[in-house]
């Protein structure tokens, strides 16, 4: 439990100040004290990124200070030469005056218009649907698809997963033998589309009427109708509406819903558009004996998010956020990349979703390109210099000099990881260099909620709003992996001190979190 780690840690504080004690009485009070461990560094790195952000700033300030200066001292006579000047010149005022206003006029007419995040909704199932670990194992045994090994390799990635006991599988697999058809995965489609839009079209007042724009993605069930058709039959959609649906394109396709959207508002004025996040699970489910195809089983589990978004100016003093940057990265190139997660029939022709043993190295290259796009796109300049510094030392000199780490706490105040199981989360916060409370959403979303693909990551940022922590000004970093192989990230500025929307998915379980999860 992490209570024994906790421990751990108060019992050798307590060693130390205990040793330190002695030292004391053994006359070593007249030694000054070790700056290096008594000054907190952070600090200095801290006071550093400061002074360098605001270095323009600190530049600037002397030359307004002195032409204000010089600007005081002028008198009548002064300001009437300065006007005759204007006048014998009146031909350059007119051309420097017309070529400001045309660059004014060109940047506003071409700039990208901002785009608000008016409100979401994450769908929460009813408790029927939950499944405990021993339910899961009974009911796994009891469909007599499995064997002995498979069985026990269950129990152990359930066991390790962080998955808590009141994540939610569909209907159909609560029954015994298990009952995995059309209508019932449309069934399930429709609870989660729907149960997220109905409350996300009751916490905002939108009409469906004034969608302009509708983006679904789901990556493994893909019916005829679509998706996007079914929400379009369901709540009369308009004619004119643009409408898409995103299929095959992993737990990731989320952040691509909403770049698509954004594009879409760059073009359609004064709209709004609706992102629809989901996965289904029903027709999904592998009923082989594949180890590599059987953890998809213990991890995914049933929910769905919709997102209102909108360009319109007058929705930014409603809006709880608004999108700063979307950076995608594909590796679909690389074979490895393109297969390390991939839908295919096991020898007896089992339908089922295989995970590479090599996942976690291809995730991780994937992430380092994508945060090379972003870092310029978000980190202060005091951490581009220096990493911009280690890189130059390290090839002028050929030296074997430690790679720097840029500082991602500097760019960002909260982060919302893929809670695409218990080894990413953590991978992520060792490689990241982040704090316990900086994947706390992820973990807790992961333990209440499971793996449920490319919504998670709302389900994630709903976590930081119940608990109080969103403020005026704060930056979310998204970021999400998927099949592909993709690792995509968005990151969202708040515009307010942000409080959880009605029926949200952590209303009454908030207080329970954070859990202490099993090492």
């Known amino acids: 439990m992490d209570g024994g780690g906790d421990a751990q840690v108060n019992g050798g504080g307590a060693a130390t100040a205990a040793t330190v004690g002695v030292q004391i009485h053994h006359g070593q009070s007249r030694r000054l004290p070790d700056f290096l461990q008594s000054v907190n560094l952070k600090y200095v790195k801290l006071g550093y990124h400061y002074l360098i952000s605001n270095l323009l700033t600190l530049c600037l300030v002397p ?109 159909a697999m609560h029954y015994i033998p298990p009952r995995p058809s059309m209508a019932a995965a449309r069934d399930e489609a ?158 007896i022709g089992k339908t089922g979703v295989s995970l590479s043993k090599e996942l976690m190295a291809i995730a991780g290259g994937a992430l380092k390109t994508n945060i090379t796009t972003l870092g310029p796109l978000v980190l202060p300049i005091s951490e581009q210099l220096l990493f911009f510094a280690t890189l130059v030392v390290k090839k002028l000199f050929n030296r074997k000099v430690k790679p720097y780490i840029p500082d991602f706490k500097l760019a960002f105040d909260h982060f919302c990881i893929h809670a695409g199981g218990r080894a990413v989360i953590d991978e992520l916060e060792k490689n990241l260099q982040l704090l316990p409370l900086h994947v706390e959403a992820s973990r807790m979303t992961l333990h209440r909620f499971g793996n449920t693909s490319s919504s998670s990551i709302w389900y994630e940022l709903a976590y930081i709003e119940a608990k109080g922590r969103m403020r005026k000004g704060h930056r979310v970093w998204q970021i999400a992996f998927g099949s592909g192989f993709k690792c995509n990230s968005a990151v969202w500025q708040a515009l307010q001190n942000v409080k959880p929307s009605h029926k949200g998915p952590w209303e009454d379980s908030i207080d329970k979190y954070p859990v202490k999860l099993l090492l």
């Open 190 to 347: 429709e609870q989660v589309m729907y149960g997220a839009l109905d409350n996300l079209f009751a916490n905002t007042s939108v009409k469906p009427k004034d969608i302009g724009v509708l983006v679904v993605n789901c990556s493994l069930f893909n019916p005829t109708p679509s998706l996007s058709a079914m929400i379009v039959n369901k709540y009369k959609l308009r004619g004119n509406i643009r409408s898409f649906n995103l299929g095959g394109m992993g737990c990731s396709a989320g952040v691509i819903a909403v770049d698509l959207a954004k594009d879409m508002l760059q073009i359609h004025r004064n709209t709004y558009a609706v992102v629809v996040s989901t996965e289904n699970i029903t027709q999904n489910w592998y009923f082989g004996n594949k180890k590599s195809m059987l953890i998809p089983n213990c991890l995914f589990r049933v929910g769905g998010a919709a997102v209102l978004l909108s360009n319109k100016s007058a929705d930014s003093r409603r809006a709880k956020y608004k999108l700063v940057h979307v950076v995608r990265t594909h590796k679909g190139a690389d074979d490895k990349a393109f297969r390390c997660v991939y839908q295919e029939q096991d020898d």
């Open 63 to 171: 030359v307004m200070a002195m032409i204000l200066i010089e600007a005081s001292q002028m008198n009548p006579a002064d300001i009437r030469h300065l006007w005759l000047h204007l006048q014998y010149n009146l031909v350059s005022v007119i051309i420097c005056s017309a070529v400001l206003v045309f660059g004014s006029t060109v940047y506003i007419m071409t700039r990208p218009r901002p785009v608000y995040l008016v409100d979401y909704s994450c769908y929460r199932a009813p408790d029927h649907l939950k499944a405990p670990h021993e339910r899961f194992m009974k009911h796994s045994r009891l469909t007599g698809d499995f064997d002995e090994s498979s069985l026990e390799f269950q129990r152990k990635i359930l066991e390790r997963s962080g998955l808590g006991e009141e994540t939610y599988v569909p209907d």
